[in-house]
């Protein structure tokens, strides 16, 4: 009897056969989910809130007004249009070195025979595992020698040389491509390169989209590095300029909420539009993704 | 001809991966092999090295007197909030491993708080903590309790760190859905005709299939929970005054080599760091010979 008979015949919602087990469970995820959520709300109701309406006693606990300008506000605050850009600028650069980066070794250890292949995919699966923070500092020294401390190109060039986990991702896709393709366009002619560009690529769509993703989001909440390695203000993503604005405390509460909220939204915009991939990226941790 | 096949491939192959080599030897092997000669130096990170033993290990275990605190803080906050995830991730992915109306909607409510920048999320915490107006306490002061200092105190620092770890419990919630959808139906099926309870299905039945992930997620956990960097740091605001509460061994090591311009003993902080992390793996290693269950090995 195969998976698809046995549904037909065991109702797989259990909600509707036990319906006082499915509220309950319903009702559970309810509060749960307030509990999770609240303080997404809070932060919204503070963003919206006028200069005097952060401090009410008793507290409000959902908006009530809506200062919009403190959008405005915020923005200005972190003068949002520089830190934007500039996180848009190394966020693009990082999200394109590590994709690319990525598929050519993928490509290599996959579909390219040659000796010592397997070693250095295992390397390179090794190297998932040593903590960040062993090679921080010698590296901050290679770089700082280099004359390259407090510019963006400690943060954007370490994304060229491959990030062990897409690597490990690439592979993994690539080599469940049949070889058929590229013996046909070898044939053909084809140097590798083509065919990595003009066939493999096309088809893997999937996997480009879901590293492209967790790259960006990745780089977009890093802030260790450009902590270590910006100085100078004009410099900074969005992620320092909201650290800095949030020690400042004071009283502008709803202006920090507001800018933070700015800082959430690209994000959270892609995670809305592109949650396949989030899942997948995960997933293939197990070996089966989410249904 | 085939000869000249195999050795351009050998040629074209390596080239394809020379990022990757080249990145390796800079990024692991350079950073690995240099760090256990500058442990062993006093380097402002501007100076030449200057060869001192082990005296950076001496100082560090001897007179250091934020040392053993740190070490302690950190390991406390791994062995409490990581399995902490884990239990609550599980417990979240079998309440949303069924098919209830709005179930989509409900996994991702829960995923939402991962996706959200740290940055974002620790700063969000650090003004819920605020003691007056703070969210935490506009809770609390429903039910009547007053003026909780959220961060100050060893006790209530971990508290408000754990609770921030587990607001993110959407990402081991995610991982164990996607292990709980990957048993076989029929498996449970099974069990039902012979009559067992919900409780043995899961002892039995679930919780032996899951371990796998629930190792590497044990795994992953520890080692990212032992480099919490952002999170204590920003919590405790201004790095001038440092609150000995949130003094993470990675934040200590962070304020040693680029506030204080220690690398040396930084570096040796971080070898510290590497050992606890490499005996903790060891360990979790060790339990999962004994617990962890391969589908594989009983065929």
Redesign the interface.
């Known amino acids: 009897m195969n998976?698809q008979t046995?549904a037909a015949i065991?109702p797989?919602?259990?909600?509707q056969v036990r319906p006082t087990k499915?509220i309950l469970?319903?009702a559970?995820?309810l509060v749960?989910?307030v509990a999770?959520?609240?303080?997404?709300l809070?932060?919204i109701t503070?963003a919206l809130s006028s200069n005097s309406g952060?401090?009410k006693v008793?507290?409000e606990w959902f908006p009530r007004e809506f200062h919009f300008r403190n959008f405005i506000d915020g923005a200005d605050t972190i003068h949002f249009l520089r830190v934007f850009s500039n996180s848009l600028i190394i966020t693009g650069l990082i999200t394109l070195g590590q994709t690319v980066?990525s598929l050519?070794?993928g490509?290599?250890?996959s579909r390219?025979?040659?000796?010592?292949?397997r070693m250095?995919f295992f390397?390179?699966l090794g190297?998932m595992?040593?903590?960040?923070?062993?090679?921080?500092?010698?590296?901050?020294?290679?770089f700082?020698k280099l004359g390259l401390y407090n510019t963006w190109w400690p943060l954007i060039l370490?994304a060229?040389?491959?990030n062990p986990f897409f690597?490990f991702l690439s592979r993994q896709f690539l080599s469940s491509i049949p070889f058929a393709f590229d013996e046909a366009a070898k044939i053909e002619g084809a140097s590798?390169l083509q065919i990595l560009t003009r066939i493999i690529v096309p088809i893997s769509m999937p996997l480009v989209a879901t590293m492209v993703i967790l790259a960006f989001?990745a780089s977009?909440?890093e802030?260790?590095l450009p902590?270590?390695y910006l100085r100078d203000a004009d410099l900074w993503p969005l992620?320092m300029a909201?650290?800095a604005f949030?020690?400042q405390?004071g009283n502008t509460?709803n202006l920090?909420?507001a800018a933070?909220l700015l800082?959430?939204l690209p994000?959270?915009l892609l995670?809305f539009f592109s949650?396949k991939y989030?899942?997948q990226g995960?997933?293939s941790?197990?070996?089966?993704?989410?249904? | 001809m085939t000869f000249n096949r195999?050795r351009r491939?050998?040629l074209?192959?390596?080239?394809?991966?020379l990022?990757?080599?080249?990145?390796?030897l800079?990024?692991?092997a350079?950073?690995?092999l240099?760090?256990v000669y500058?442990s062993m130096t006093k380097w402002s990170?501007?100076d030449k090295p200057t060869y001192i033993g082990l005296k950076n290990f001496e100082y560090m275990f001897h007179t250091d007197p934020t040392f053993w605190s740190s070490i302690r803080l950190t390991i406390t906050y791994a062995i409490v909030s990581v399995p902490l995830g884990l239990v609550f991730g599980l417990l979240?992915a079998m309440?949303?491993n069924?098919?209830?109306?709005a179930i989509r909607f409900?996994r991702?409510?829960?995923?939402?708080?991962v996706?959200?920048?740290?940055?974002?999320t620790a700063?969000?915490?650090?003004?819920?903590y605020q003691p007056?107006?703070g969210?935490a306490n506009?809770i609390l002061?429903l039910f009547g309790i007053e003026g909780v200092d959220w961060l100050s105190g060893d006790k209530m620092a971990l508290l408000s760190l754990t609770l921030i770890y587990l607001?993110g419990v959407g990402?081991n919630m995610?991982?164990f859905?996607?292990?709980l959808?990957?048993v076989p139906?029929?498996v449970y099926?099974a069990a039902d005709i012979d009559g067992a309870s919900g409780w043995l299905k899961f002892s039995r039945i679930t919780l032996p299939l899951l371990t796998p992930?629930l190792f590497?997620q044990l795994i992953t956990g520890l080692?990212t929970a032992?480099?919490t960097?952002?999170q204590p740091s920003?919590l405790a605001?201004?790095p001038a005054s440092p609150n000995m509460s949130l003094n993470l061994l990675?934040l200590s090591?962070?304020s040693n080599?680029?506030r204080g311009y220690e690398?040396g003993y930084?570096?040796a902080q971080?070898w510290i760091?590497?050992f606890i992390?490499l005996i903790f793996?060891i360990i979790a290693f060790g339990l999962s010979k004994r617990f962890v269950y391969y589908e594989n090995e009983m065929k």
Not at chain 1, 12 to 15: A, C, D, L, T
Not at chain 1, 36 to 40: K, N, S, T, V
Not at chain 1, 285 to 291: F, M, T
Not at chain 2, 98 to 101: A, F, R, S, T, Y
Request: proline fraction near 6%; aromatic fraction near 22%; avoid cysteine.
């Open positions: 998976a046995k065991v797989s919602k259990e909600w499915g469970r319903l559970a995820l749960l989910s999770m959520i609240y303080p997404i809070w932060m503070i952060m401090f008793p507290p980066s050519l070794i490509y290599g250890i390219i025979q040659f000796p010592g292949r250095w390397a390179f190297s595992m040593l903590p960040q923070i062993v090679s921080l500092i010698p590296v901050f020294y290679i700082a370490t060229y040389f491959g690597i590798h989001q977009w909440n802030y260790l902590l270590i992620s909201i650290a949030s020690s405390y509460w920090f909420m933070n800082y959430m994000v959270l995670f949650q989030f899942m995960l997933g941790l197990n070996s089966a993704g989410i249904k | 195999a491939d050998t074209t192959g390596y080239l394809f991966i990022p990757g080599i080249l990145g390796f800079i990024f692991v350079y950073p690995l240099s760090s500058f990170g501007f979240l309440l949303l069924k098919k209830l109306p409900f991702t409510l829960f995923y939402l708080p996706v959200i920048p740290v940055v974002a700063t969000l915490w650090m003004y819920m007056q107006y969210l506009n002061r607001w990402s995610i991982i859905l996607s292990g959808q990957s139906a029929d099926e992930i590497l080692i032992f480099q960097f952002v920003i605001g201004d990675n090591i962070y080599a680029f690398f930084a570096i971080v760091l590497f992390i793996t």
